[in-house]
Structure formats: structure tokens, C-alpha cells
């Protein structure tokens, strides 16, 4: 069976290699330290598996996991991450994901869903269009909030009141799962509803 591991933390892909080179009938035969290197990676190699992280510079992960499924059709995507957010999760699958593994589990939780993975039915995880959470307007806001901008500042900039910009804001939260502007621009980023603030 054969895995490409895509991870941007170089130390958790040395473990992960070395977790399962130790682990029958298991080969690595790739690395990725971003989407695109995932997704080319994944087109060259044709692996059973793609180990594949969510936050990683490039290409937003739907976007990745649907060229993925869209071009290598015998290739199963796990997600290993360290999140547990059922918005992102639903997403993830919908998109083409076959199932999920917790960064903190043990080695022989990742080996058994790897071998799982490799199974699972080519009906499942086929690549599909996945729809926009938030709507046009709500993405626009979420820029700005991405940005720093108050809702006053948003308001002023789209030339809504500040009680529309809350109402969007609730909408956001309320569809991203979030709590806090914070977690809401990691959301929308990782989901690649809005593009990655630059630091």
C-alpha cells in the first residue's frame, strides 16, 4: 500500500515516514510540504493514500483534494489535522475527503485509517462541486474583517449601515461555526472562502 504524506511541518513528516515504514505493508512514496506539492506529488506518484494536512501554503484544500479526486481517481484523501470542526469537516468530505484522523492520535489509529482509506468504495469521496458557504456580500465583509476594519469601517467601505455589517457578521459566524473574528477569517481561509492574510 502506498501513502504521500502532505504536511508543511517537516519534523511531523519525518515521524509520520518513520511511524510507517515501521508498519506492514505500508510505503511512502512521496512528501509534500504544500497543497500544490501535494496535488503534483499525488498526479506523479498515483498513491493508495494521500496523508494530506489542512493548513498548508498554496491552493486552498478544496481545491487540492477536488483536482486530486478529479485526476487520480484510485487515490483515497485522509485528512490528518489537528482541527475538529464539523463546518470544515462536512466540506472536506463533500469535496472528495474519505475520512479523518486526529494529529494526536496513536500510530495504530493512523495505520488502521489508512488501511480503511485505501478500501472505501470509489462512489465515496468522488470529486463534486462544492458550494460556497457564504454569500457573495458575506465574503466581502469577511475580506474586510480579514483586514482588521471595524464594522463601522467595513459599513463606511460597502456603504451599508453597522447594523447590516452586524447582521452579516452573525450570518458568518453562524455558518463558519466560529466564535470570534479570529476564528472566523481561519475558517473562511482554510475553506478558501476568502484568501490567507498575509502576516
Known sequence: MTVVIADDHELFRDGLRAMLTAADGIEVIGEAATHDQAYEQTIATRPDVLLLDVEMPGIPVLSTISRVRAEALDTRILIVTMHRDRVLANHLRAAGAAGFVSKSAP???LVDAIRSAAF???????????ASILSLREKEVMRLIAHGMSNEEIGRSLSISVGTVKRHNTNIFT???????????????????????RS
Open 120 to 130: 472505501i468504495s470509489d462512489t465515496v469521496g468522488r470529486a463534486a462541486p462544492v
Open 175 to 197: 455558518k463558519l461555526g466560529a466564535s470570534s473574528r479570529t476564528a472566523a477569517v481561519q475558517k473562511a481561509s482554510r475553506l478558501g472562502e476568502i484568501e490567507s492574510p
Open 107 to 109: 500510530a495504530s489509529e
